[in-house]
């Protein structure tokens, strides 16, 4: 089966901290995606990976950044972060070209920016 | 982009009654998925369904691809059947995210 972790399943953050989540596959999918989840707008693409090194923005990019540095892990960060941030974040990972695979989550992060 | 509606948005079900969920899309897609988020935000993958019919136990789905639709069936529900039901599709070509429907909120009663 495949298995997708998060580091976090809760996380509480002060405005402006830096923030580094973690999700890591082991399955040796080529795609990687961050999503955040929040009431009354379901799920948005944040930022997807297909392969090692390489990123390309979703639909809400803006205010973070990610990296890939290994096929297995892919990071999500918040450079400062914001109140407006605060969501539950999912990360997924999936085989074949990006979008046309089966896609896998993880357990999610639930993250408060106070 | 694609447009991805669900309905009925919410459903209340008594424990044993059936229930048919469905997904429209407005353009053509590659990949079709059913997911069921549990209470504690846990996406689990009920069908991978670009086309045709898959069962799993009491759930079966079909998409209809042709006519831009997918069906979500769910039979003697249980009250762990609750939770909100999501589809997501991917249009055809390239690097196409993945988009995801609002979701059906789904709660079954004892």
């Known amino acids: 089966d495949v298995k997708v972790t998060q580091s976090s399943r809760y996380l509480v953050k002060r405005t402006g901290e830096k923030v580094f989540l973690e999700c890591v596959q082991d399955m040796d999918h080529e795609n990687m995606f961050w999503y955040r989840q929040d009431p009354g707008l379901g799920l948005r693409l944040i930022y997807f990976?297909?392969?090692?090194?390489?990123?390309e923005k979703g639909d809400i990019p803006e205010g973070y950044s990610v990296s890939r540095e290994k096929k297995e892990r892919f990071s999500l960060i918040l450079e400062s972060a914001s109140t407006n941030q605060t969501s539950m974040y999912l990360c997924?990972?999936?085989?074949?070209?990006?979008?046309?695979?089966?896609?896998?989550f993880g357990p999610g992060t639930r993250l408060t920016v106070l | 982009g694609i447009q991805v509606e669900q309905s009925p948005p919410d459903l209340i079900l008594q424990e044993g009654a059936n229930s048919t969920l469905r997904c429209n899309f407005s353009d053509s897609v590659n990949n079709l998925q059913w997911f069921h988020q549990n209470p504690w935000g846990q996406l689990i993958n009920l069908f991978y369904?670009?086309?045709g019919t898959k069962q799993n136990g009491r759930l079966s789905a079909t998409t209809v691809a042709t006519e831009r639709y997918s069906l979500l069936y769910i039979s003697s529900s249980q009250t762990t059947d609750s939770g909100v039901y999501f589809c997501?599709?991917?249009?055809?070509?390239?690097?196409?995210?993945?988009?995801f429907g609002t979701g059906t909120k789904l709660q079954v009663i004892p």
């Open positions: 990976s297909y392969d090692v090194k390489m990123k």
């Open positions: 997924a990972s999936s085989l074949g070209l990006a979008g046309q695979g089966e896609q896998f």
């Open positions: 369904i670009p086309s």
């Open positions: 997501a599709v991917a249009q055809r070509g390239g690097y196409q995210k993945v988009t």
